[in-house]
């Protein structure tokens, strides 16, 4: 069962324009929220995160929006970098003590100049 | 500093070798994990310790043993794996659990 869906497995943008990445979550106990970014053969690095308490969070070019009502965050890069071309995941922590991160399936994000 | 250090990056093993997978990190991090990640999944989690002890498995089988020698390191110790068992291992490190996880750049595990 998907509880963090990213329901675009691509994206193309054009440089210097805006990238939107979307993701959906189905459990209501989620509170945190986190964006990674994955080059081929490397580990997920770390981009943003955003508490449930919040309804945006803003780093350089990265900006997370959250919708708690419709169960939603976006990631906007703005502009868009050819060197942004990764696989994009978002992921939720239940806020409990464990440390379990349920991942979406990702988002390829291709920017082109 | 954010890095979490891995060894090695590749490796090639028969069904019957015995190996193993280190991980390192010296943020001062009370978290550690191991993930599975196979060809345009996401990560999938293996194990959790949290203060050196594990506090999470994810249902892994036996072939798959990790140990925590300390609160820096990370070893995943590996036996009588089946070629389906090719994947990324990717360990990862957080302040605490709960907290944003960074990730080494894995291991690129092929057995043969």
């Known amino acids: 069962d998907q509880q963090v869906k990213q329901n675009s497995p691509s994206l193309s943008v054009q440089e210097g324009r805006i990238s939107i990445l979307n993701c959906d979550y189905t459990?209501?106990?989620?509170?945190?929220f986190l964006w990674y970014k994955k080059y081929p053969a490397e580990g997920p690095t770390f981009l943003i995160s955003?508490?449930?308490?919040?309804d945006k969070n803003e780093d350089g070019r990265f900006t997370v929006f959250l919708n708690k009502s419709a169960k939603h965050l976006s990631l906007h890069i703005v502009p868009s970098q050819p060197g942004d071309s990764a696989v994009y995941f978002c992921a939720a922590d239940r806020g409990s003590t464990l440390g379990r991160l349920y991942f979406g399936r990702g988002t390829q994000l291709t920017v082109w100049p | 500093d954010t890095e979490v250090t891995q060894t090695p990056k590749h490796l090639v093993m028969g069904m019957t070798n015995k190996k193993s997978l280190k991980c390192e990190q010296h943020?001062?991090?009370?978290?550690m994990y191991w993930y599975k990640q196979k060809a345009k999944k996401p990560p999938e989690l293996m194990f959790v310790?949290?203060?050196?002890?594990?506090?999470i498995n994810e249902s892994v089988p036996s072939r798959f043993s990790p140990e925590c020698p300390n609160s820096s390191l990370l070893n995943l110790h590996l036996h009588a794996l089946q070629p389906e068992d090719s994947a990324l291992y990717l360990c990862a490190s957080s302040q605490d659990p709960g907290y944003e996880q960074y990730f080494g750049p894995g291991t690129r595990l092929t057995v043969t």
């Open positions: 955003i508490s449930s308490i919040k």
């Open positions: 943020m001062g991090h009370r978290a």
């Open positions: 310790y949290s203060y050196e002890k594990l506090s």
């Open positions: 459990n209501s106990m989620f509170d945190y």
